[in-house]
């Protein structure tokens, strides 16, 4: 599988966006791109996939640079409930496979 | 009730002893996984299964067996317990009707394992 490189840890403050980044220069032409999340004491929890376009859903947005080396996942106001590891992960027809994703702080 | 369960959810064992985690699912889903949470990291994939019929290894499977007993039913043994299995176990399921590449996966709450 592709790698993705992602910043340990990140801080916002409620209430502002927030842009999570995600390098994956080895990425194939045919990998998606996924981001989960995993809240304190709980299982991982879908957020959002895209290919080449931009995403959005109830949750957040995920930007897709033009060459697809780089991705953006945005959450456009963060509440406390968003505290938690966010993983970028490629996949192509496999089961996830996890990096040490972004631990994302929300200050109130 | 929640789609994934998983039992139980927190064990104590001895080193040596075996092991079997259960995972039950009500979302139909084909498509079941097991992977472990060591402190700090993410999680990595020991099995997976894609029908009742299909075991897969995944990236660390030394020292875990798996059953597909059912549809909804994946449990995961260990069959002498030692130490280093010491970590967060989760569950998780995905429906497979689409591209393995976009399926969803959805998990369960995880079984904390402490071997002594």
């Known amino acids: 599988d592709a790698k993705t490189t992602q910043p340990n840890s990140m801080e916002s403050n409620e209430e502002e966006p927030v842009h999570l980044p995600c390098n994956h220069s080895?990425?194939?032409?045919?990998?998606?791109i996924h981001w989960y999340r995993q809240l304190p004491s709980q299982g991982p929890e879908y957020v959002i996939h895209g290919l080449t376009s931009n995403v959005n859903n109830r949750m957040a947005s995920l930007a897709i640079a033009e060459d697809r080396k780089s991705s953006t996942l945005i959450l456009h106001r963060a509440t406390l409930r968003d505290a938690a590891v966010y993983y970028c992960?490629?996949?192509?027809?496999?089961?996830?496979?996890f990096g040490k994703g972004t631990r994302l702080s929300v200050i109130a | 009730d929640a789609d994934v369960t998983q039992t139980p959810r927190n064990r104590i064992t001895k080193t040596g002893k075996r092991i079997m985690l259960e995972c039950s699912q009500t979302?139909?889903?084909?498509?079941m996984y097991w992977y472990r949470q060591d402190p700090g990291l993410g999680l990595r994939l020991i099995y997976y299964?894609?029908?009742?019929?299909?075991?897969n290894k995944g990236e660390i499977s030394d020292g875990y067996s798996v059953s597909r007993q059912a549809q909804a039913k994946f449990s995961l043994s260990l069959e002498s317990a030692i130490p280093n299995q010491t970590a967060l176990y989760f569950c998780?399921?995905?429906?497979?009707?689409?591209?393995?590449?976009?399926?969803?996966?959805?998990f369960g709450p995880g079984t904390r394992l402490t071997v002594l």
């Open positions: 998780a399921t995905s429906d497979g009707f689409r591209d393995s590449a976009t399926d969803t996966q959805y």
């Open positions: 979302k139909g889903h084909d498509r």
């Open positions: 080895t990425i194939s032409g045919t990998d998606y």
């Open positions: 299964s894609f029908d009742v019929k299909d075991i």
């Open positions: 992960i490629l996949r192509l027809n496999t089961p996830l496979v």
